[in-house]
């Protein structure tokens, strides 16, 4: 098994192309190349961690995001939210979400909190 740091993108494409036949055919994860499958995975995630973040979405667009996904209206959103103007003035970005209107949101609609609790971009 020879595996090394991934440390340059040149290494990086490396070890995509050396990983990318184990994803028609993956190796039983007990044996000797299901072990160099998942250790590369690994090398791969950590250097796209580090080079290649993505930031949750803004807030306001990831409750439009699954609005639009499900087929919600803003007078869907009143039972999390508050009234429809206090659901316009959110997704106007007139009014910062609040902590429980955000447990709300994470619990009813299934909105991962990191991208909720985020700063919404100005109006």
Known sequence: MDIRPIRTPADYEQALRAVAPFFDDEPDPDSEAGAYFEVL???IQAYEARHHAIEP????????????????SPRDLEPM??????VYEVLNRRRPLTLA????????????AESLIRESAPA
């Open 41 to 43: 995975l690994t090398l």
């Open 101 to 112: 209107m955000i447990r709300r949101l994470h619990a009813g609609l299934g909105i991962p």
């Open 57 to 72: 979405p803004d807030p306001v667009e990831a409750i439009k995001f699954r609005m639009e996904q499900q087929g919600l």
């Open 81 to 86: 939210i508050g009234r429809s103007n206090r």
